[in-house]
């Protein structure tokens, strides 16, 4: 099994800036895809932004406010969220997709609230 722990969720102020972190428990070179997904109060859970090899991909809500990246030599994605708005309040969730597993594994979530 591999355990994913998120970190870094909040209060933060509209405008204001968090940075997400997921540590995993194995390696992430071994990863197809990582991903970022959050989840509001009575909405589906959607995708963020997502990285499969050398490439990212964002929700259009998000473009050019959040940066996903990884640091695989820590064994750690990240979630950098800038000029946050109160409609990015929910439960975040990293997320990670190995060859060797049958299906993705998936954090327990952090909260993000951004609020004045």
Do not use: H
């Not at 060797?100 to 327990?108: L, M, N, V």
């Amino acid at each position: 099994q591999v355990q994913l722990v998120e970190s870094g969720g909040g209060l933060v102020q509209p405008g204001g800036s968090l940075r997400l972190s997921c540590v995993a428990s194995r390696s992430l070179f071994g990863a197809q895809t990582m991903a970022w997904y959050r989840q509001a109060p009575g909405k589906e859970r959607e995708l963020v932004a997502g990285i499969t090899g050398g490439s990212t991909n964002y929700a259009n809500s998000v473009k050019g406010r959040f940066t996903i990246s990884r640091d695989a030599a820590r064994n750690t994605m990240y979630l950098t969220m800038n000029s946050l708005k109160p409609e990015d309040t929910a439960v975040y969730y990293c997320t990670a997709l190995f060859a060797d597993r049958p299906q993705r594994d998936w954090g327990q979530g952090t909260q993000v609230t951004v609020s004045s």
